[in-house]
């Protein structure tokens, strides 16, 4: 069984957010270098109270923007990706929008270069897949002759199951309980 990325004793990373930004005087000890605004842009109130007060703050990114990979055949997976995830292709026009998802959490998380996660050292990479409904999820995948290896264990942070693309690539369904259920304080 693959290991879920947060798996209890597991910590990715801890980051106190404030808004759009993340505050290193929060969270970090090592302080992250200055990054602050000109005077006159636009920030929130409270990127103004930390900049009063002569404190750090970092911009940060809003998500992930994209994923991309090398594929044997490309259009293959992707069609996979397409018709068993629901996960939509790249529009062939910048005149149409990308694949637009929920809002919900998402981890990053370097992994050692010897774990078990990704199955064997030709594989250096996973994608992770929030769902609603893991049950159902697992059902119309089995359905449609897809292995799918549902973690027995429930988490603190929700449920597993796990899956290999056409190529062997890894893929892991969550589906978030606990605090990645209900979303930021």
Partial sequence: MVTPFLAPGFLAASFAVSGDRYDPAQSNPARIGSSLKPAGSARSERARKIARRGEDIVERVTGIGGVFFRAHDPDRINHWYATHLGVELAPESYDVSSWWQKPGPTVLA????????????????????????????????????????VDPEEYPNGRFASLRDPEGNMVQLWEPAGADARGPA
């Avoid at 050292?121 to 292995?147: C, H, K, T």
């Fill in 110 to 149: 370097a992994m050692p270069a010897n774990s078990e996660h990704f199955g064997g050292p030709e594989y250096s990479w996973s994608l992770n897949f929030r769902v609603d409904d893991l049950d159902a999820m697992v059902g119309q995948l089995r359905d449609a002759g897809i292995d799918v290896e």
